[in-house]
C-alpha cells in the first residue's frame, strides 16, 4: 500500500518561495500519477497541480508561472517549487497518489482519480 508523506511547509513573506516534497513509500506500480491539491479554511480543495503517467505536467491558472511541479523517480519524491508567493497561497497542501495511466490534458488531474493522501503540510504567506 502507498503511503505518502509530505514536508517543506512554513512561514514566509510574499514574494518568497518554498519547495514543497512528497516522498511515496510501497509503490509497486510502474504507471502512477500524482498531484498536489490545498485548502484554505473555509473553502474547498483545489487542484494546484499535477503530473500524469506520461510526465505531462498541469496547473491551476491561479499558479501558473509561479509553481512547478517535479518528480524524481529515483527518489520516489515528488515536489512543488513555489515561486513568488501571495497571501492567497496560504494553506494546507496535500499530495495524492493515482495509480495507472491517466493523460491529463490542460487541467489538474481531478482528485477523484486520487487514492491516496498525504497528511499535508501547512504554507502560511505573510504580506
Known amino acids: 500500500q502507498v503511503q505518502l508523506v509530505e514536508s517543506g511547509g512554513g512561514s514566509v513573506q510574499s514574494g518568497g518561495s518554498l519547495r514543497l516534497s512528497c516522498t511515496a513509500s510501497g509503490n509497486r506500480y510502474s504507471n502512477y500519477f500524482m498531484a498536489w491539491f490545498r485548502q484554505a479554511p473555509g473553502k474547498e480543495r483545489e487542484g494546484v497541480a499535477s503530473?500524469?503517467?506520461?510526465?505531462?505536467?498541469s496547473y491551476a491558472d491561479s499558479v501558473k508561472g509561479r509553481f512547478t511541479i517535479s518528480q524524481d523517480n529515483a527518489k520516489n519524491t515528488l515536489y512543488l517549487q513555489m515561486n513568488s508567493l501571495k497571501p492567497e497561497d496560504t494553506a494546507m497542501y496535500y499530495c495524492?497518489?493515482?495509480?495507472?495511466?491517466?493523460?491529463?490534458?490542460?487541467?489538474?488531474?481531478?482528485?477523484?482519480?486520487?487514492?491516496?493522501w498525504g497528511q499535508g503540510t501547512q504554507v502560511t504567506v505573510s504580506s
Open positions: 503530473i500524469d503517467s506520461g510526465g505531462s505536467t
Open positions: 495524492a497518489f493515482g495509480p495507472g495511466h491517466y493523460r491529463s490534458g490542460l487541467y489538474v488531474i481531478p482528485e477523484n482519480y486520487f487514492d491516496t
